[in-house]
């Protein structure tokens, strides 16, 4: 059994390979990309000691594929995604093919895979979409095959050729045949393909002749690449076996070649035959041969004369151009330290081929199939020249010339890209010889991507090879106006140039003779125009390619070449841009493949870093240029707004790149030696984002949650987070239009984005309301868009919305002078009843979730105000309570948050809660539902409503309460009302079921409410204060003990019946003990005014009663009361002790209690406070202390000596109380008099010195003289009655004395205050009403 295990093991890889391959699973995400990658590294290494398992699994697999039926375009793709990957894993196993298994699996792989194979590669041809990627990954999967099983191939293909040498047929099939161009050939391989064509050449048919004269050709070119040193070798050490099969074989074909188009089809092979017999060639150069060598020199002299145009056939000159181009290529492959004679017949043709191929005025062109066959050409001879001789470059300006034909352009790039990345040859000379260009290739590059640029507002498909017009012609230079054929090339022309960069961007960042600004400018030309290729439309591997060409140019070692004079400073601005321009594409989601290029950003952010720590000691040197700032901003809301995507691969890409922004931050500052918060406020958030970017086998929605947690931890206002709100916030707004558009618009993609988007506008938006407070410098970049487009009003609802008042407050309020976050927040409320019939309640739910779960702490104050607002325009109106479904609905909704809110403990959320007082939402909510009614719906509200109540006085010491004491009085009251309302009548079972549940769930709330409360009744019964106390605890205690009795009662009845139900049974029995602890608490807090009415039940009658009474006071016993309030003086001494504690004074005599009241109570409430300190401290005959206290502490926080006492301070209106209270007797037996005599002063007596407004027959002199006197009057009157000034105005006038603020407060504050004041200048003259 252990034998097969193995066995099976690797099945069970083989099937699951099987099973996610796309034709199977379907669209792959990056999750199924990642497991078949795993998979076929686990079938690759399987591969080494099980060969025989995978091979025969792989190609089963292949058949059952090509065999499957499939229909429609994704259909279709998936079946090319899944062959391809299938051949990959393949090729990749058989190259790493074991030795050992050679003889035991050649039966195997012949039989079943090598046909499968050959059909695949005879069956893709050019019709099919994907043919060339499918046919060249099939060849590899054949040429891999037959470096181990050759014998098996070449068995395949000598059969064929023995087959048709026999064959009468015209038409053959050559399939077989062309195996040999696909093939691994090596010198001994070759040379049995040469001897096997030799034997069976000459009785072949014209199509199969043909066939293996184009597959030799290949199969040369296989083994000169793959096996240079042999052929290198070859001239070395001629081999005459080789030598002897070639000339056999050109003699063959040279008979075959009787006619111009038949030489025509032979020349290349017999110039590649000839390059096999170094000997021949070396012997064929001199002037005379024998005559069995005669025919080699023949051809070699028509090649010549076909090449110089004197062969009187231009397709034997294009064959000559053909043949010789070859010939070129292939003395490359010899070293010239070798001296062979190749080389001299090398230089006797290349004259004459470049002029043919590189002739701008008659450009080289074949016929409309050939067009890449002819650039291929091309390249093989631009190639080969540089490789002959790097420095004869008349070629090289020919093709650089800005008027040549763009096939010339296209073919010096491609050529420059092969030089490259093909130069394992050690005699090959390096690009390095053409740096000297670079300032032309970036010309062409700038030019290029214009034209290319400015065609994009019609996009073109891109092929991955030029295409040109039937006839090379002038018309493909470089022209004012492109026609479209024209742009494809430029498309192609800019693909190639991209490429060229990648491949050693040293080509084109060479400016050996610039100065520093000129080289800088250059570059950032180049880097900034590969950034516009990055989100260009429709062009995917352009784009691609670009991005890869960006990514070398950060490379550390490249940007030291961008400007070597000024590295750092050119660094932070050119890496800046490329950054900016990015995101900006980003945020705007220009990009389909905005998750690629988002990875590819987070890899140009690790090379930045990288270069940084290289340079760490100078690595801020120019960084403070204002794009820098601007970059880092735009990176900021980049990676923001990708946390709300819907793609979880690209939140978790986004979270990862704050990684390395906290690694530039650490690199900054560790450089200019200051804090990194100083360089990025928020780092300690970001480094957390980071720390779970890991996260891949975390669902969605779990993501989103810890991300939204950690977004309500941001704690600093930037221009990023901002800016990112903002931004989404008008995506937001956008994407609610559109979900509400449901039937007109397909929405269901973009909800979850949505919901995304709406939690993170919750959970970020509290740091955007300190924005106003903390303006950005002068370098922010404001987000893109017209203010149009950013300021949005509230969204349309459906006509039950129009309707709703709910809506129209929050359309009404989201007025301009609101902020952003607080039009959302009325958004959102809006949306809490949207009444569409598809989305309408998937809107609701999330939105109530939301606000309740993932909202800022910050944004709580604001929240409940808001709803504060909306509840309370429901008893605005005259009249009854607007009872309809939506605002019943809005209440339920809002009880739900508030619940969710109170429940979640989200860190900070205590120092939020109470900032603005729920106490009058609350009163509202349970006012609105004690309305509502009996229904089943209203049941659950209520109990709902209850349960809100529990969890409100669990956060009690977090929440604020204006007047506490009275709210919880009247919730009680309210409450109690619900307790046993319906629990009786109910006859359905279900009903009894709610009704109770709504008895616990109230009486648990009063519990809560109860505990420590003294009960308050309402003012103005006309009652004692005791006695109302007394009979409200008596109505209270009532309620609860005929729900004791009820739910005995019910008990009772149930076990008379037969026993009760079990769930019903856990209620009464919860309900009992609620209601003990609500009596408990009762009567812990009001000892005072109900133990007269209670204590009497420990002697009732009923043995029941006398329990739950005993119980109650056990209860109140452990607890701890007080019995000592029970005294008459109670109040009394209450209130006095409360004095005694706001009038304590300290040891320096501070006054602690009245300080902090200062400081805690509304500016609203400082008239009352006042009034009550001046009030206390007075009849404790400590007003001078307070006085010192207050104006010293005024003194203190003045700015300057004019603006003390004039601001709306509680020091001003503690002085102004005093000199109204204390100086309005004083000023009245002081003033009457005085005003009674200026009052009777006959009219001749004018007191008017304003010459322009005298009288006829007044004196001014006169008039003057009477004011002094009248003057000198209330003066010495008032410098009189100095003994009669009040002693606690003295107090305030010593203490502004002391703070040297006398000579101008006294008459401010005191005379003038009050003879402006209306109601104190009546009570002065009283007598005018006389008059």
Excluded at 408 to 435: C, E, G, M, Q
Excluded at 723 to 733: F, G, L, S, V
Excluded at 814 to 843: K, M, Q
Aim: net charge negative.
């Amino acid at each position: 059994m252990a034998a097969h295990k193995p066995v099976e093991w690797v099945q069970a890889v083989i099937t699951r390979f099987d099973e996610q391959l796309p034709i199977k699973v379907g669209h792959q995400n990056t999750h199924t990309k990642i497991s078949t990658e795993h998979n076929k590294e686990c079938l690759i290494n399987i591969s080494k000691y099980k060969f025989s398992l995978v091979i025969s699994g792989l190609t089963t697999i292949l058949k059952n594929v090509n065999n499957m039926r499939i229909f429609g375009e994704a259909s279709e793709k998936n079946l090319y995604l899944s062959q391809l990957i299938i051949l990959d894993t393949l090729e990749k196993c058989l190259a790493g093919q074991s030795k050992d298994s050679l003889r035991l699996d050649e039966t195997m792989l012949v039989k079943q895979l090598l046909p499968e194979i050959c059909h695949f590669i005879h069956t893709y041809r050019e019709g099919h979409q994907h043919a060339a990627e499918l046919r060249a990954s099939a060849s590899a999967v054949l040429f891999s095959l037959s470096c181990n099983n050759f014998n098996a191939v070449f068995s395949r293909i000598s059969t064929r050729l023995q087959e048709l040498t026999v064959c009468l047929e015209d038409n053959v099939d050559v399939h077989d045949i062309e195996l040999m161009q696909y093939i691994n050939v090596d010198c001994s391989k070759l040379k049995r393909l040469l001897q096997e064509t030799v034997l069976k050449f000459k009785t072949l048919k014209k199509p199969a002749q043909l066939a293996v004269i184009n597959s030799l050709e290949k199969a040369f070119w296989n083994w000169v690449e793959n096996y240079p040193d042999e052929f290198t070798m070859l001239y070395q050490r001629p081999q005459a076996d080789m030598a002897e099969a070639a000339e056999k074989l050109f003699d063959l074909v040279d008979s075959f070649a009787e006619s111009a188009k038949r030489k025509a089809a032979v020349w290349p092979l017999q110039i590649i035959l000839l390059i096999l017999c170094p000997e021949i060639t070396h012997t064929i150069s001199k002037d005379t041969v024998e005559d069995s060598k005669a025919n080699k020199k023949l051809f070699l002299d028509s090649l010549r004369k076909a090449l110089a145009g004197q062969g009187g056939s231009k397709q034997l000159m294009e064959s000559a151009a053909i043949a010789c181009v070859k010939l070129c290529k292939a003395s490359t492959y010899i070293n010239w330290e070798d001296h062979s004679t190749i080389f001299l017949l090398v230089q006797s043709i290349v004259m004459d081929l470049k002029a043919l191929l590189f002739n701008p005025a008659k450009p080289f062109w074949r016929g409309a199939g050939s067009q890449n066959a002819d650039v291929e050409l091309m390249m093989d001879c631009f190639v080969s020249c540089f490789r002959i001789n790097p420095h004869n470059n008349q070629h090289f300006k020919v093709c650089l010339a800005s008027s040549s034909p763009s096939t010339f352009h296209f073919v010096l790039v491609n050529s420059l890209h092969r030089i490259i990345t093909n130069s394992h040859l050690d005699w090959w000379p390096k690009i390095d010889a053409v740096y000297c260009y670079s300032g032309e290739l970036r010309f062409m590059f700038s030019d290029t991507l214009n034209r290319v640029v400015q065609s994009t507002h019609a996009p073109l498909r891109m092929t991955p090879s030029l295409t040109f017009k039937g006839k090379m012609t002038t018309s493909l230079k470089f022209k004012e106006k492109t026609t479209e054929l024209d742009t494809r090339s430029y498309k192609c022309l800019l693909l190639a140039l991209v490429k060229l960069i990648h491949a050693d961007p040293k080509l084109m960042l060479h400016n050996p003779v610039k100065q520093a600004p000129d080289m800088q400018s250059s570059t950032a030309e180049l880097i900034i125009g590969l950034v516009q290729l990055v989100p260009l439309a429709n062009t995917t591997q352009l784009s691609q390619e670009a991005m890869e060409a960006l990514l070398v140019l950060h490379q550390p070692e490249s940007i030291e070449q961008w400007n070597p004079d000024a590295p750092i400073e050119t660094f932070w601005d050119i890496s800046s841009q490329v950054q900016f321009l990015i995101c900006r594409k980003l945020i705007g989601q220009q990009m389909v493949n905005g998750t690629e290029v988002l990875k590819w950003l987070r890899e140009i952010l690790i090379c930045r870093n990288k270069f940084l720590l290289k340079n760490k000691e100078c690595a801020t040197m120019g960084g403070g240029i204002p794009i820098c700032r601007q970059a880092q901003t735009k990176l900021e809301v980049c990676l923001y707004m990708f946390l709300w995507s819907s793609d979880t691969e690209a939140v978790l890409v986004a979270m990862s790149c704050f990684r390395h922004l906290c690694e530039e931050a650490d690199i900054r500052s560790a450089a200019d030696e200051v804090s990194v918060q100083t360089i990025l406020p928020n780092y300690a958030t970001f480094s957390e984002l980071a720390s779970i970017s890991n996260m891949m086998g975390t669902g969605r929605s779990t993501l989103q949650k810890r991300v939204m947690s950690l977004l309500r931890r941001i704690e600093h206002p930037t221009l990023g987070n901002i800016e990112a709100w903002e931004d989404t916030y008008a995506k937001w707004d956008q994407a609610t239009k559109q979900i509400l558009n449901f039937p007109k618009n397909k929405a269901d993609d973009g909800q979850q984005e949505w919901i995304n988007m709406t939690g993170f506008l919750c959970a970020l938006g509290g740091v955007c309301l300190q924005q106003r407070s903390t303006p950005g410098p002068a370098t922010y970049s404001p987000p893109m868009g017209s203010m149009s487009e950013r300021k949005h009003s509230m969204i349309s609802m459906g006509p039950c919305e129009i309707s709703n008042p709910m809506a129209s407050a929050s359309c009404s309020s989201s007025a301009s002078s609101e902020t952003p976050v607080s039009r959302f927040i009325d958004r959102l409320l809006a949306l809490l009843v949207c009444g569409h019939d598809r989305v309408g309640l998937h809107v609701r739910t999330n939105v109530k979730d939301l606000l309740g779960l993932e909202l800022s702490p910050a944004l709580y104050p604001m929240l409940f105000n808001k709803l504060r607002n909306s509840i309370g325009k429901f008893f605005d109106t005259q009249g009854p309570v607007p009872i309809n479904d939506t605002n019943t609905q809005f209440v339920e909704q809002t009880i739900a948050i508030m619940k969710n809110l109170l429940d979640n403990h989200t860190e900070g959320s205590s120092e939020h809660l109470g900032q603005a007082s729920i106490e009058t939402m609350m009163l509202n909510l349970v006012r609105y539902v004690r309305i509502l009614g009996n229904m089943v719906h209203a049941i659950q509200i209520k109990t709902k409503l209850c349960q809100l109540v529990e969890v409100m006085m669990e956060r009690r010491d977090d929440l604020s309460f204006c007047q506490e004491m009275k709210f919880r009085n009247k919730m009680v009251e309210y409450l109690t009302d619900w307790v046993m309302g319906t629990s009786n009548q109910a006859a359905d079972d279900d009903i009894k079921c709610l009704t109770r549940d709504l008895d616990q769930a109230s009486m648990e709330a009063v519990v809560s409410l109860l505990a420590g409360l003294p009960l308050q009744p309402e003012e103005g019964d006309g009652v004692e204060l005791m006695e109302a106390k007394s009979q409200l605890f008596l109505k209270y205690f009532t309620l609860f003990m005929n729900l004791l009795n009820d739910c005995s009662e019910v008990e009772d009845e149930g076990q008379a019946v037969g026993g009760c139900k079990r769930g019903m049974s856990r209620r009464l029995a919860s309900l009992r003990h609620c209601t003990v602890l609500a009596m408990s608490n009762l009567l812990n807090a009001n000892v005072d005014s109900g133990l007269m009415h209670s204590i009497g039940l420990g002697y009732h009658k009923d043995l029941q009663t006398r329990a739950t009474f005993m119980e109650v006071l056990t209860k109140i016993l452990q607890q701890g009361t007080e019995f000592d309030t029970l005294a008459e003086t109670v109040l009394a001494d209450r209130f006095e002790r409360l004095v005694e504690l706001v009038t304590m004074m300290g040891d320096q005599g501070e006054l602690p209690i009245a300080m902090a009241l200062a400081n805690v109570v509304p500016g609203s409430q400082w008239d009352e406070l006042a009034r009550v300190l001046v009030t206390l401290f007075d009849s404790r005959h400590l007003l001078y202390q307070l006085l010192w206290n207050m104006f010293s502490k005024e003194v203190e926080l003045a700015d300057s000596m004019q603006t003390l006492f004039r601001g709306n301070s509680l020091a001003s209106k503690i002085m102004t109380f005093c000199f109204k209270v204390y100086g309005a007797a004083y000023l009245q037996k002081l003033l009457e008099p005085l005003l009674k005599g200026v009052i009777s002063t006959p009219e001749h007596i004018s007191f008017e010195v304003d010459s322009t407004r005298l009288e006829q027959g007044e004196n001014l002199e006169d008039n003057q003289r009477n004011l002094l006197q009248i003057t000198e009057r209330f003066f010495h009157a008032i410098i009189g009655s100095s003994s009669e000034f009040p002693p606690q105005l003295r107090s305030v006038c010593h203490c502004l004395y002391q703070l040297l603020l006398l000579h101008s407060l006294l008459f401010l504050m005191l005379l003038n205050s009050l003879l402006s004041s209306s109601h104190t200048y009546l009570h002065s003259c009283s007598y005018f009403s006389d008059l």
